[in-house]
């Protein structure tokens, strides 16, 4: 997240008393705790996310030379695709989150349902036993379920009315994991971050409709076929405004998810995983 004091919450601490100075600071030093670790790793992941196609290049640049001077069925071989799958996946899902986790953001009792659409691209692959995958997504609708705080003193209470909101965005920088690809069960690690715009303030009268949004994850594929799978899996999200608004609580969804994935060789050589 990005640490932005300004004058006029400082003003507004000032006027509070000790209590709340001492409140403001608590709240910047959570939200540059967190904004540190947000815009790290969207660094890290915004330049892997420009290395995977050179990446893809080189992978298959080198395997082309290796097939140059191999045996006719050896070429075959190298051109077919093992194990179930394929080096393009199209992915539907839906979570849902009951209970907030309180790793990054303190704001609780939050309920979250993310419905997503996700396309990867398997740009390296070693020795069978894992591969790796650039994996974008689109948020295209997401609800947040969450008692708004007092405005006075953004604290909630068991008086504290339940607010609604919808959303959507996009995860450009998104990778994937996965390991055991010749099986049938594939478990993968996944990280996706980027951002949603919601219908109106999330999580506080003083906070913002724009949410960043980072997670970590795993799961499991289960091929049914050679080409489609279904998908099961866990993601802890980070949901915050990145203190571009007075008030920043943030929040972290436990979001246990289920989606259906599609594989292809759309201009790849045949094999056993190759859609027809």
């Not at 006027?15 to 705790?33: D, E, F, K, M, V």
């Not at 290796?66 to 199209?90: K, L, S, V, Y």
């Not at 959507?168 to 996944?190: A, D, E, M, T």
Request: charged fraction near 10%.
């Amino acid at each position: 997240m990005i640490f932005t004091p300004g004058g006029s919450r400082r003003g507004k601490a000032e006027s509070a008393g000790p209590l709340g100075i001492a409140t403001a600071r608590g709240q910047c030093l959570a939200s540059g705790l967190s904004s540190r670790c947000l815009a790290g790793t969207l660094a890290i992941g915004s330049v892997l996310a420009f290395a995977a196609p050179a990446l893809a290049q080189m992978s298959r640049a080198a395997a082309a030379a290796g097939m140059t001077n191999a045996q006719p069925a050896d070429q075959a071989a190298a051109a077919g695709w093992e194990g179930p799958g394929g080096r393009h996946e199209f992915d539907a899902w839906w979570g849902l989150s009951l209970i907030s986790g309180h790793i990054w953001g303190y704001a609780g009792n939050v309920k979250y349902m993310p419905i997503d659409v996700r396309y990867s691209y398997e740009f390296a692959r070693h020795k069978q036993e894992w591969a790796v995958r650039y994996s974008p997504e689109v948020t295209a609708l997401a609800m947040i379920d969450w008692s708004q705080p007092d405005p006075a003193t953004n604290t909630v209470t068991s008086q504290s009315p339940r607010v609604r909101a919808y959303g959507s965005g996009v995860s450009p920088v998104g990778f994937q994991w996965g390991f055991l690809p010749l099986n049938r069960l594939q478990p993968f690690l996944s990280m996706n971050a980027g951002f949603l715009y919601f219908d109106q303030q999330v999580l506080s009268t003083q906070g913002s409709e724009f949410m960043y949004s980072i997670d970590y994850g795993a799961g499991f594929n289960i091929f049914h076929h050679g080409n489609q799978a279904v998908t099961v899996g866990y993601r802890y999200q980070h949901l915050s405004n990145a203190n571009i608004s007075i008030h920043n609580p943030g929040t972290d969804a436990n979001t246990f998810y289920v989606g259906i994935s599609c594989f292809r060789n759309k201009g790849e050589g045949t094999g056993p995983g190759t859609s027809h």
